[in-house]
Nanobody, 115 residues
Framework: VQLQASGGGWVQAGGSLRLSCAPS????????MGWYRQAPGKQRELVAV????????DYPDSVKGRFAFSTDGAKNTVYLKMNSLKPDDTAVYYC?????????WGQGTQVTVSS
């Protein structure tokens, strides 16, 4: 399984970006998909998780109300819309998919938020 992530870039604080992740097979074959991020010198952290069986997303408090996970079945793509971005959101963002006990990662896309 391969996950192709894209959509990162540079934005000023308060701005928005949308990340995309296109898996090499139907995302309906996965149990869970999510987005993680890793800032320099910090551990990778979860920013959005989507249970494909229940159709429900969850977010940590640090991004709740600002980030939104969505899917497009026709394009076999999942998204992370990020609003009201802050400099603390600067990180490499990774798409993740879980299937039958295995975890798959995309290549990461850089998001830089300037103050």
């Amino acid at each position: 399984v391969q996950l192709q992530a894209s959509g990162g870039g540079w934005v000023q604080a308060g701005g928005s970006l949308r990340l995309s992740c296109a898996p090499s097979e139907s995302f309906f074959s996965f149990n869970v998909m999510g987005w993680y991020r890793q800032a320099p010198g910090k551990q990778r952290e979860l920013v959005a998780v989507f249970d494909l069986n229940e159709g429900r997303a969850d977010y940590p408090d640090s991004v709740k109300g600002r980030f939104a996970f969505s899917t497009d079945g026709a394009k076999n793509t999942v998204y992370l819309k990020m609003n009201s971005l802050k400099p603390d959101d600067t990180a490499v963002y990774y798409c993740n998919a879980q299937q039958r006990g295995k975890s798959y990662w995309g290549q990461g896309t850089q998001v830089t938020v300037s103050s």
